[in-house]
């Protein structure tokens, strides 16, 4: 026996893909801030213009002229930090607000002053302060204080014009009444802002769920077992899921885009969709993507009837049905054999002991001892039968083990080859040293042991030689471990091939039909596959699939 065993090789997976982290920030107060500074910068220019301007000089400064120039520019100075720091949240820092505010409400009040007080007009700005005040101030109690300041302001600089004789008794009045606005605009304003902001925290709330909710049900798509596919009437791929990927085109990588044609991902759910999209009508039918590859099945209904024309594509590996309708089959096939032992043994020992007794009869001629030597041999054939079927419906379920692959093989075709007690080669050839696969070890040697009698057989039949090679791969498309059981015989007919693994079929005379057929079965219980396939110089093979993924 001769084995090369070299280093082990790894297939490399996609790594999950996270998504950016949600963060939801209010700026409408942001802008109303930049829209106030904006309109403090205007104002104060506005104002000096009023002052420089021949035409409406008499209108402004006409009490002081400097202290309205002075003031103005000073209120003009005081929006240079404000319009630096547009870029920052300076407005979330209510005392700092506050501070502005105030200031404002100062300089208005000198330049009113210096004005005329109630007669000028100035005054009436500050509603627009206090209006400000109240969506930029959250706490409706500084809020409210701007509100008094502000009314105070304008009643006692009325109060002191009218003691210096600038204006009489009639204009507070006025002021009293421009007092009442300016309360009634800033609970109006902080009941509009408060309303405004509990639907704005409503919306960002709603926002956030939803996003949640969009990126939860992405995560469900993606991980889902069923592979799920949007197609538009064209026929173009718009959205696949992982296990779409996976079994539709395994050989691309999960983080591609999406967006082929569904014909460039398998041509018979393109063919199945067209006829199923033209008659309305689709029988479920399994087919395979790729030769060797596990059968799928499809399933389709349109997203929205009559309105955008898109389509869903459930995908799904149709494996598991058929292991299921498999076990069925198991669990009759144990209701069978339990007849089985009890009508046929019983009389079948019955006439190979008669056999035997007619044997030893001296007077037995020839001729009837030949027709003795034909019974008791299909006797013994059919009794092998009847051990094959009983083994197989006794088969407890498998206890898989973790199995070096390499080694195992190694010991097990050591194992062999001094139980045969006869000249025979085994070759392995494994370039995975490291190669680890999950498998009944029990079930794994029954396997190795039927396919190597087989193998042996049919290359002494053609050669003369007894002689097998054992040949580990792994197929990175298909994500499979593939253990290949070669020889050097004169290969299955290809008329033969279909029912190959059927159980009673047989080519060879003293064959009982059942060898292949117990072997199939066992791979099936431990997630794995046996096909035939002849190789490219013409030698048989029988090949085991293990799938990544049932590891």
């Known amino acids: 026996m001769t084995a090369t065993l070299t280093g082990q090789r790894t297939v490399n997976r996609p790594a999950l893909q996270t998504q950016p982290e949600v963060h939801s920030q209010s700026y409408q107060n942001l802008a109303l801030f930049r829209v106030y500074v904006a309109y403090r910068s205007l104002l104060s220019i506005v104002l000096l213009i009023l002052l420089v301007n021949p035409n409406t000089r008499t209108l402004v400064g006409s009490l002081n002229p400097n202290l309205y120039t002075t003031t103005a520019l000073v209120y003009l100075a005081t929006n240079i930090p404000l319009v630096g720091s547009l870029s920052t949240r300076l407005n979330e820092n209510q005392t700092l607000m506050l501070l502005v505010f105030l200031v404002d409400i100062m300089a208005l009040t000198l330049l009113a002053d210096t004005s005329g007080g109630m007669t000028s007009g100035l005054p009436a700005l500050l509603v627009i302060t206090v209006a400000a005040s109240a969506v930029l101030i959250s706490n409706r109690k500084l809020a409210m204080l701007v509100a008094a300041i502000s009314v105070l302001a304008i009643l006692l600089d009325t109060t002191w014009l009218i003691l210096r004789d600038v204006l009489d008794i009639g204009s507070l009045f006025p002021a009293g009444l421009l007092g009442l606005l300016v309360f009634g605009v800033a609970l109006m304003v902080q009941t509009i802002a408060h309303r ?148 046929i043994r019983n009389p079948l020992g019955a006439i190979s002991h008669a056999a035997q007794l007619l044997q030893e009869s001296p007077d037995l001629i020839p001729s009837d001892n030949r027709m003795a030597d034909i019974i008791q041999h299909h006797s013994e054939r059919v009794n092998r039968i009847v051990e094959s079927v009983m083994q197989i419906s006794r088969r407890e379920p498998p206890k898989p083990e973790q199995l070096l692959l390499a080694s195992w093989l190694s010991e097990f075709v050591r194992e062999y080859l001094n139980a045969l007690n006869r000249p025979a080669e085994v070759t392995i050839d494994c370039d995975y040293k490291e190669l680890l696969i999950e498998f009944d070890p029990e079930n794994l040697q029954r396997i190795f042991t039927n396919l190597l009698d087989n193998a042996l057989r049919h290359s002494k039949q053609r050669t003369g030689k007894e002689t097998a090679r054992i040949h580990i791969d792994i197929d990175s498309t298909l994500h499979q471990y593939q253990i290949n059981m070669i020889d050097n015989g004169s290969g299955v007919a290809f008329g033969d091939r279909a029912k190959l693994f059927e159980p009673f079929f047989t080519t060879m005379t003293e064959g009982s039909g059942m060898g292949l057929y117990l072997c199939k079965e066992l791979c099936e219980i431990n997630n794995a596959d046996l096909d035939y396939r002849p190789t490219g110089k013409g030698e048989s093979c029988f090949r085991i699939s293990i799938n990544q993924r049932a590891l």
């Open 196 to 343: 405004l902001g509990r639907a704005e925290e409503l919306a960002r709330n709603r926002a956030s769920d939803l996003y949640n909710l969009q990126r939860l049900n992405e995560q469900i798509v993606q991980h889902m077992q069923t592979g799920i596919l949007l197609v538009n009437n064209e026929g173009l791929v718009r959205v696949m899921n992982q296990s779409a990927i996976r079994l539709l085109a395994p050989e691309r990588k999960i983080t591609e885009e999406q967006g082929g044609q569904l014909e460039d991902y398998c041509v018979q759910l393109a063919g199945q969709f067209t006829q199923w999209k033209h008659s309305g009508i689709h029988r479920a039918a399994p087919f395979t993507v790729v030769e060797g590859g596990n059968p799928v099945i499809a399933n389709f209904q349109e997203l929205q009837p009559h309105v955008n024309h898109e389509f869903l594509i459930f995908v799904e590996d149709y494996t598991p049905v058929t292991q299921y309708a498999q076990s069925l089959k198991l669990n009759s096939l144990g209701r069978l054999t339990a007849s089985i032992a009890h009508e």
